[in-house]
């Protein structure tokens, strides 16, 4: 399965952005698909998850401001960020579960204050 991921950018706080993760390379069922980030110095942490059936979870750090989405016919899954601060600023990689674990490649996100 690979992983495309788009959406990431410059933006002052307050402002929004949106992510996108696009899988390919089935025929396959994804089980969960999700958000990490990593910033300069820090471990990689979870963002938002959402499984197949569209429960979410999300680091308490995003509640309230991000909010993950899916399209299971387009095996593509969403992340709407609002009311961005500067420490959400990372390197964002999406991932899918699906008895193995892929991995996007990862786009940055910087947001100015």
């Known amino acids: 399965v690979q992983l495309q991921a788009s959406g990431g950018g410059l933006v002052p706080a307050g402002d929004s952005l949106r992510l996108s993760c696009a899988a390919s390379g089935g025929p396959f069922s994804i089980d969960t698909m999700g958000w990490h980030r990593q910033a300069p110095g820090k471990q990689r942490e979870l963002v938002a998850a959402i499984s197949s059936g569209g429960s979410t979870s999300y680091a308490d750090s995003v509640k309230g401001r991000f909010t993950i989405s899916r399209d299971n016919a387009k095996n593509t899954v969403y992340l709407q960020m609002n009311s961005l601060k500067p420490e959400d600023t990372a390197v964002y990689y999406c991932?899918?579960?699906?008895?193995?674990?892929?991995w996007g490649q990862g786009t940055l996100v910087t947001v100015s204050s």
């Open positions: 991932n899918a579960y699906y008895g193995l674990r892929s």
